[in-house]
């Protein structure tokens, strides 16, 4: 429903809402605007889900009260190893209060994968149907509960390494997060050694397909759309951008070449998917026409194809998954360099640089005319839709915040390091 954000960055992953009647500023410190903020402990940067009066999200806590953190703009990409136990919990909190309305411990133990300095052991996203709550936490496991907590099913899908491909000693944390359609539980696995996609039964957790992939690491989350003679489930990728039949996992397209470690989430509108990625030698922003068949990777000097409308290889988005609002694309990427593009054409219209010298994680979203750009310190950056340029407002959180923000309601859900709060 129009009310509800089922799943990370809201149905279909697109990010956008319509008669919100959000505010322009708040501040999160005195209040103003803020209608609650309740403290998650642990750490996690799942996005919250919204169903009608229910929040969900997600964190996992261990023994530091305030675990390990780099934020900003850095090359190096260490990670942390904790070898203690860490609790993998989901909560549920009301949306109108902000109280606790129950938290369950899904698992237990120490994490098998290291995080990255600027990861969490939670980092995807629930999704939900309104029946079904879904919860992802890599190499820890796949859990389903109804909507008050109850364990229905759990599926463990092994040892799940998203870290560096060329350096195995090197280990990030997992990010991609499961979506729900229909009977069906979509949950893309791109991993060292034994990369898939799979499809499970949402009632029971029975697996209906498996398809594997010959892929490094992602992190990003599947799109699932519904054409008038197919439907297809998106995924990013490096050696393997492609889409598969949603009722069998048959390849129906695929596509080579971008950014070898590939985060955002593929968008659908206007007859195309829009997929960008970075890291490597490419960083591009793909238009991929909806009807697409067979291999259409690009050959050499193409900037175009039967089923690729346009092809930009330098201005894509390494960790953002891009906005499409109105006839507008929208790619920022992590030093804040914000593009805006005819979607239709792959016509630049404006780069301008959001905020000051900040370093963006979280993906925008965007609502009546107004687009929300959140920088890693929690600056949040309110930005006038359309095709010149205008920063309305910027608000900050005074709290570190990686995860992408949730509109559902009437209010913007953000959750930083510390809390989630309701505005």
Request: with cysteine.
């Amino acid at each position: 429903g129009a009310e509800n954000c089922p799943q990370f960055r809201g149905v279909r992953a697109k990010g956008i809402a319509q008669n919100q009647d959000l505010p322009l500023t708040w501040d999160a410190k005195k209040g103003e605007n803020i209608l609650w903020k309740t403290r998650i402990p642990g750490l996690g940067h799942s996005s919250p889900v919204v169903w009608q009066d229910r929040v969900f999200i997600t964190t996992a806590v261990g023994k530091d009260e305030k675990p390990y953190l780099k934020v900003g703009l850095y090359g190096e990409s260490p990670d942390n190893p904790e070898k203690f136990i860490h609790h993998y919990r989901v909560y549920c909190i009301d949306r109108k209060t902000g109280d606790i309305a129950w938290e369950k411990t899904a698992y237990s133990g120490i994490p098998q994968v290291k995080r990255h300095i600027k990861s969490s052991h939670a980092n995807p996203s629930i999704a939900t149907d309104g029946k079904h709550v879904v919860a992802f936490f890599g190499s820890e496991g796949l859990y389903c509960c109804d909507m008050d907590g109850k364990l229905l099913w759990k599926k463990d899908f092994g040892y799940l390494d998203a870290g560096a491909f060329n350096r195995p000693e090197v280990q990030w944390g997992f990010g991609s997060s499961p979506i729900i359609y229909r009977d069906k539980v979509i949950a893309l696995c791109d991993v060292n050694n034994q990369s898939f996609i799979a499809a499970l039964n949402v009632e029971t957790g029975e697996e209906i397909w498996r398809t594997r992939r010959d892929e490094n690491p992602t992190w990003g989350t599947p799109t699932v759309h519904e054409g008038t003679d197919r439907i297809q489930v998106i995924v990013n990728g490096y050696k393997h951008i492609g889409a598969y039949e949603v009722e069998t996992g048959k390849e129906i397209w695929k596509l080579k070449g971008g950014g070898d470690v590939p985060v955002p989430t593929p968008v659908t509108a206007h007859g195309h998917v829009f997929i960008t990625n970075a890291h490597g030698k490419l960083r591009p922003i793909y238009a991929i026409r909806l009807d697409a068949v067979g291999d259409i990777t690009l050959k050499k000097g193409e900037m175009s194809n039967k089923f690729i409308t346009w092809y930009e290889p330098r201005r894509g988005a390494y960790q953002n998954t891009p906005l499409i609002y109105g006839s507008y694309l929208y790619v920022i990427r992590g030093n804040g360099m914000l593009s805006c593009y005819q979607a239709k054409t792959g016509e630049e219209l404006y780069r301008e640089r959001v905020g000051d010298n900040s370093a963006f994680t979280a993906s925008p979203a965007a609502a009546d005319g107004k687009l929300y750009f959140t920088d890693e310190y929690g600056n949040i950056s309110v930005v006038k839709a359309g095709p010149k340029f205008k920063i309305l407002a910027t608000n900050s959180m005074h709290e570190v915040c990686l995860a992408s923000p949730a509109i559902s309601g009437g209010m913007l859900f953000v959750r930083t390091s510390e809390h989630l709060y309701a505005i």
